[in-house]
């Protein structure tokens, strides 16, 4: 299953580099997983920060074996054998999830940067940590029918907030690679980076308009 110890190893074995997502328990422990609800991948109810890291860990991904790891749990498997993409996952708008991350990995001797859709991650690390390379991750928010008319969410869309943040890449929805700010960044310099690419017909697709791919659950 995503974001399991079993994946993470078996994309090492084959020399891949890992996205992975990480957020805090109820504990402030670093845990991995991608949504905010747990519903789809535990077929439990609540959140992750609703629960603690010993109750999270006895939680079953998707009706297998395989449980919900510890960020450290997870670098002592990697251990510099492939570089990583750290997306923070920022539901709830704070930064002790980088603040926590970064602890255990100022002495992290292998490669890695982070990214997130939240720009305040990005201006945590654009003032505490600029030697970590840090990618804005972006779609266009304002055609999902829940974000309709949010000024917000529009703003994010259209990557507003780099001028804060300065990310050193961008990371756009594979879907939506037509958008003006993101060619705009991309002309700029910017290294443009697309998800989650699935076939290879979405490769050679979007072959000509990014530089890199965080690619899932295909073969290419």
């Not at 990214?115 to 991650?121: D, I, K, N, R, T």
């Not at 700029?188 to 791919?213: H, Q, W």
Request: charged share 30%.
């Amino acid at each position: 299953p995503e974001n399991s110890i079993a994946a993470f190893k078996k994309a090492v074995d084959a020399g891949y580099g890992i996205e992975l997502d990480v957020q805090l328990s109820k504990d402030n422990q670093l845990v991995i997983f991608h949504d905010a609800a747990l519903k789809r991948m535990c077929g439990v109810e609540g959140k992750v920060w609703d629960y603690t890291l010993e109750e999270l860990q006895q939680m079953k991904l998707l009706n297998s074996d395989h449980t919900i790891p510890a960020f450290q749990d997870f670098l002592k498997i990697v251990d510099g054998k492939v570089p990583f993409i750290l997306e923070y996952k920022l539901d709830r708008p704070q930064t002790k999830v980088c603040e926590l991350a970064n602890e255990l990995l100022k002495d992290y001797k292998g490669s890695y940067c982070i990214e997130s859709f939240h720009p305040l991650a990005l201006l945590w690390y654009r003032k505490n940590r600029p030697d970590v390379l840090r990618g804005q991750l972006c779609e266009e928010f304002f055609r999902e029918e829940k974000y309709k008319g949010n000024f917000l969410m529009t703003v994010l869309s259209f990557l507003v907030f780099n001028v804060v943040t300065r990310p050193d890449f961008i990371a756009y929805n594979h879907l939506h690679a037509d958008n003006i700010s993101r060619r705009l960044c991309k002309k700029m310099g910017a290294l443009s980076v697309t998800y989650t690419i699935k076939s290879k017909e979405e490769y050679r697709r979007n072959k000509k308009n990014f530089d890199l791919f965080i690619f899932d659950s295909c073969k290419l």
